[in-house]
């Protein structure tokens, strides 16, 4: 039986195993390859989208679990960049190889959106679930900060 | 006048064959082939890395990959630099494999600025002379008169015109032979923050990567590999092949592919396969490895590196002799992107597409492999989610090239992350022997090192300082063989032995009573007035960094602070460090690495930060927490739940400074990991008064 949820705002069904974990749902089935394949096992959050507005690790939720969800992948974060969180990110330029860059991004905007204007340590603790192997870290958790005082404005 | 689309592509096909024929320098080889390619770019290809079309287009080509190094930005703002154009105008391109228009098409060795400085200054300031000569024509004005300004020519009498304006005109020039560069000061570009040219694309997730390629009729695949050292005997792949989404399996060279629909169908698949090894030798174990350094260790058969005067002689009258021993694991290079490539093999034609770091070499792989000459073989460069010498190796492209030929059809093979960790190519694992002899004064008079790598090649760097420092000298190399599959590791080599030999200097700078600092200097002075033997270092550049990082760290200036300070020179750059330690609830927490580099002139600083910062995170975490252990030759752990990578909650402050000498440019996506060991652990030491000899230290 088929799946419905909406990804990016869009109304979807998928006709596929349940049991596929929704990042491979996404790839491989809805085209959608800005979320990334990093571990598998839910440890280095670089397949990191939005369940509800949760964020939530792609690799290990099968799509049974996200019927009648709200999925947000990066590409629907703002497709124009213009996320306070994206602006940061290319401002502080925080890129170096970018593969893990989705998962974080997306990560930094659920945190803000729970809590505007968290702590160093809030964004600290917020942040250290996702692996970042060219070392960003830095600049992540000041573009975190940054967009955080965007968001004030 | 409006320019029709089609209308300036053959303008610009007009002028451009005659312009690449003019830029030899590039390749001796440039030739009325090349021209036909600019006709399908549709812009006037001044040379191999810009083009300027009629309208006023600038497009600069950067052709090394781009693997997180910045190298995409770093290269377009040399050239951007000297053509003098407005950055903000510029569009940058990752040029495909070409070897008739670019040379060292490769990511490694921290080599590309030291290799295309000269080249890219003059791709840029050659096309800005024949601008100013162009403009100087149409003027009727003296070109000495004449100057530039963000991609226009300005007039004695207050003419302004575009380079795109000028393009055609500059194109039917000849081609200068000689150009001046800016004097650095005049440098708008260069030293400055330049933004990555492919942010806006990460933050919104475009498909950038390797693992991203999707092609028409293309299949996905996985490969199951042997245990090292291992053949495979039988598998069982009837009911694989049976189960939804599969669409094959078939095996070569030990290896089992699953071919299928998409990943989650073969995920699956794999579960259900069975494969049947068996080995002639007893398959490697840790046991097997630490035997094979207690023998390299005893051996009488070392190889001989360097030897100055006479090491037996003056250890047998030192004073006071330290030894200490050092040992490093396999480890993975586990970039966050899994190894992936895509290969489509046609009878008599081949499409590679992918993330390599050696794009010219994994052609000439493939043509070796399947017999079908290199012009026939295409290579389109992803960028690289990482790889860290990784992408170096080509065994991921060979399996690629070698299953789209057997299945005859266009397939991503994709490793997943155990498959990564476990699939080999690894930094070899080392055991490192130090010997310092000191006299009655305190002086070194006597250095030995023995290194015993597995398949790791020359283990030592016989030539780098405190060699040249000392007048009895003796290193020695044994590499052993392994099945465990090794290659380059960020920093090759001095990724440990950075650390090993920092941390065994302050061993003997407290044995011989000295400051850890004012001894490297007191070396550093004998080899500017006496220098022992070979050296491939530059003493003077080696103590500004030292003086430099002692002076913004403050080392031995602030009470209470634990400091650890190292100096590395690799890859033609010198970094120093002090790292800073507290130790909280009775465990040392690293709360500061200051870094000084010497890497000649900064490009981008931005992005010079980042790989500074980047490299002592990543020199650090591997120091901290990597380790494979092996049993009947498969490597464990297997995935980052218990292969810990370092996290955001475990960094440092880092501070980064970079010297302003000038100097051309030299690497940087290495130089600053070899010392991180080094000096966090030695401020560990001063914390703690415990002394690491193995990494991992936890």
Redesign the interface.
Known sequence: MAINCTVNKKKVSLD??P???LL?AL???L???????????A??G?CTVWVNGEPMRSCVLPISAVSNAQIT???G?????KHPV?VA???L??????????GQ?MTAAGLLKKNPHPTDQEI??G???????????????EAVKLASKKIKK | MKTSRRDFIQKASLFTGVFTLGFDWFSAEASAETSAMEVVTGAGRFNAFLSIDSLGKVTLFSPNPE????IKTAFPVVVAEELDVDWAQVQVEQANLDTKQFERQLTGGSGALKHSWERLRKAGATVRKMMLQAAADQWKVNVAQCKTSKGFVLGPAGQKASYGSLAEAAAKLPVPSEVTFKDRKDYKLIGT?V??V???N????????G??I?KPGMV?AQIVRPPFGATLKSFSAEDVKKM?GILDVVSFKNKVAIVGE????I??ARASLTCDYGSELPLENNETHANWFDEGMKSEKAQVMRKDGDFATAIASAAKVIEATYECPFISH?????MNFFADVKADSVLLAGPTQVPQPAQKAVSDLLKIPVDKIQVELS??????GRRLSNDFVLEAAELSSLIKKPVLV?W??EDDMMGGTYRPAVRYRFKAGLDSNGEIIAFALRGVGLNAGNSTRQDNFPVGAIENVLIESIDQKSTVTTGPWRAPITNFLGFAEQAFLDEVAEAAGKDPVQMRLALLEKVKTKPVGKITYEPVRFEEVIKQVAEKAQWKKKPGVHQGFSVYYSHLSYVAQIAEVKVEKGKPRVTKVTAVTDCGEVINL??AE??V??????GM?HAMFAKLNFQAGVASPQ???VYR???????PV?DAHFVNNGIAPTGLGEPALPPTGGSIANAIYAATKKRHYKQPFS
């Open positions: 596929i195993d049991n596929t974990p491979w790839r491989d089935h085209s959608l390859l800005g979320t990334k394949y990093g571990c598998g096992i440890q280095c670089a992948t990066i590409e974060l703002d497709p124009a960049g994206q990110w290319d401002e330029d925080v890129p170096q190889c970018g593969y893990c860059q989705a991004i600290v603790d942040m250290s679930g996702n692996i970042c192997r060219c070392g960003t870290y830095h600049r992540i958790q | 693997i997180g190094q910045g923050r933004k990555g492919d942010n806006k990460v933050v919104t997730g475009k498909p950038l990567f693992i991203d999707r996905f939804p998409n990943t989650y169908a995920l699956q586990s970039p966050m992107e899994p960028k690289m989610g990482g790889g860290f994709m997943t992350r931005s992005g980042n790989q910062k980047g490299a002592i995170i990543d975490g995935n980052f739940n990578m370092i996290r955001g909650n475990e960094i880092i």
